[in-house]
């Protein structure tokens, strides 16, 4: 497969050093997602994610009747 043989390449030490530079470029955009390349899916899940954060949900208040006695 290609990308087993250019990662054969950059892992070689004996290999020239520009040679496993160029290998390691042309490999990293299969091994590594670009950041913010995703999907429409991942892109609203993370900004739903985020809103909720804003709006946590509060502890309910304390019911108290007169006295001082729970109801």
Known sequence: ?????????????DEDKGRRMQAATLAAPYC?????????KEE???AAKTVASKFATATPPKL???GGKKV
Do not use: C, N, S, T
Request: aromatic share 4%; charged share 30%.
């Open 64 to 66: 108290v009747a007169a």
């Open 32 to 40: 590594h997602a670009k950041k913010g390349e995703g999907g429409k």
């Open 44 to 46: 609203k899940a993370a």
């Open 1 to 13: 497969m290609p990308l087993d043989f250019l990662l054969q390449i950059m892992r070689d030490q």
